[in-house]
């Protein structure tokens, strides 16, 4: 197999080296940019080769020790090796570069990026589980980098302690389960004060599992649910039992609760740090009817309802817009109105009656809201618009529209490291009318 030695120039937006041998262009797991390395090609694409890592021969001066026993085989976290600040400066280049390379805008203003914790942040995640005689078992963890195997693993430095310690119980109570080999997955999720574990389970409990999972739930203190098919018939593994979990958002008073199959953002102090920032960015006040879209439930929605006139804030999933009103009663709130739509379909055109909003707040999953921009920005021209996003290539997209076509001045972007550890890039921009 060909061997080469290089100098790594660049970060790809999946975190892996760029080189160039030949005129060719390679991405080499594992190399930071600033090394010089030699690797191996292992394949070739039309426009690129990838290549195997096979020694650092001069290490950048960001690259650390990773912290976790199980970097480069766990595919959760692949930015380990790189140091902290220096992911954060990645991640803020791979915005501001995806902005100008497939957006054509730069923002006038870059925020200071928001960070919290690097370990130990993760209050929601899906565990894999599969049965592997040859590997000694049940195995608990997540997916193995590229593959579809599961990386066994007795802790997790990215998710809360209090999740993560019970791994190594989790992965003896599955295997002495009737069906060991019949769990897929198990859900994780923490509020402020609890854990709820939901087990998808493709086979019938028998009485002894039942028992098996209730003594787990007091030992360890948990909420313990059961999917026997699809999200709806997750239940409180004893009937009647069913405990909301909680998160309080402290800076405006408000406590969020939530089922653990409910979107919520993974990391909780990140997420203060957010929805203040989005607050301050917004600037709701007494006088502004706010349109916010893909409000899950109500992270946002209620803090802009404890400074702005009024809020109608619309989401797709109706289980989430029930939870948000019931929020919304719990901390006494009743200037917002939760509308259900989909707002990738038509049902976007009955969201024009909205058109007293002057201010609007997008939250939208990876695929982006380039439906809202097209349909309802042109009608309603909100003043302002402030746009939290988890793909800056949809941002990107979307902000040409904004700034190209429908007259809107990109002011501000800022990265927010929702994931530490990991190449995924959070961002909030915001567009002002000009
Ligand atoms: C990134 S989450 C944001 C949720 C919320 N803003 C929060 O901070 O918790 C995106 C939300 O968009 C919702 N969503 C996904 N597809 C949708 C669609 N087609 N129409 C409306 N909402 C959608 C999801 O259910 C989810 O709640």
């Known amino acids: 197999m060909s061997e080469f030695e290089a100098q790594v ?20 797991e594992g190399a930071l940019p600033g090394e010089l390395i030699r690797f191996q090609r292992t394949k070739r694409h039309r426009r690129h080769e990838t290549g195997k890592l096979v020694e650092i021969l001069e290490p950048s001066d960001d690259r650390v020790e990773p912290p976790c026993q199980y970097f480069g085989v ?46 130990g942040y993760r209050r929601k995640a899906r ?8 590997k000694g078992g049940v195995l608990v963890g997540f997916r193995e980098r590229h593959k579809s195997y599961i990386t066994s693993l007795d802790e997790c430095l990215a998710l809360d302690p209090n999740i993560s310690c019970l791994l190594p119980a989790l992965h003896q109570l599955v295997g002495a389960l009737s069906c060991y080999d019949r769990v897929p997955q198990i859900e994780v999720a923490r509020g402020d004060s609890q854990v709820a574990l939901v087990f998808r389970h493709l086979e019938a409990l028998t009485d002894q599992d039942h028992e098996r999972l209730q003594t787990f ?6 909420d313990i649910y059961l999917q026997s098919g699809g999200p709806d018939t997750v239940m409180p593994l004893r009937t009647g039992e069913a405990r909301l979990l909680q998160y309080r958002l402290d800076e405006f008073d408000i406590n969020i609760r939530f089922d653990p199959t409910d979107f919520v953002q993974v990391n909780a ?42 809020v109608v804030a619309v989401e797709a999933n109706e289980i989430q817009v029930e939870r948000a009103r019931g929020n919304a009663q719990l901390n006494n709130i009743d200037n917002t109105e939760f509308v259900v739509a989909d707002l990738y379909s038509d049902q976007i055109e009955s969201l024009k009656r909205f058109d007293h909003c002057n201010k ?8 982006g809201a380039i439906e809202t ?24 997209r979307d902000s040409e529209l904004l700034v190209n076509k429908e007259n809107y001045r990109l002011d501000e972007v800022g990265i927010i490291d929702m994931f530490p550890h990991t190449t ?10 000009k």
């Open 373 to 396: 921009v097209k349909e309802l920005v042109p009608k309603l021209k909100p003043e302002r618009i402030v746009y939290v996003s988890c793909n800056p290539a949809t941002l990107a």
């Open 269 to 310: 102090d990140v997420n203060d740090a957010m929805v203040k920032r989005a607050v301050e960015l917004l600037q709701p006040n007494v006088t502004d009817n706010i349109l916010e879209l893909f409000c899950g439930i109500g992270n946002f929605s209620l803090p802009f309802a404890r400074r702005a006139g009024s």
């Open 217 to 222: 739930a007091c030992d360890h203190d948990v």
């Open 9 to 28: 120039d660049d970060l790809s937006h999946d975190g892996r080296g760029v080189t160039r041998v030949d005129g060719k262009v390679y991405f080499v």
């Open 127 to 134: 565990l894999g589980i599969r049965f592997v005689p040859k």
């Open 360 to 367: 609007l707040f997008l939250d939208p999953p990876r695929s």
């Open 424 to 433: 995924h890039v959070e961002s909030i921009a915001v567009f002002n009318l």
């Open 74 to 119: 766990c595919g959760g976290c692949a930015m380990q090796h790189l140091d902290s600040a220096a992911q954060v400066a990645y991640k803020q280049g791979v915005l501001l570069d995806s902005l100008r390379r497939i957006g054509k805008v730069d923002p006038t203003r870059v925020l200071e990026p928001l960070t919290g914790a690097s370990i």
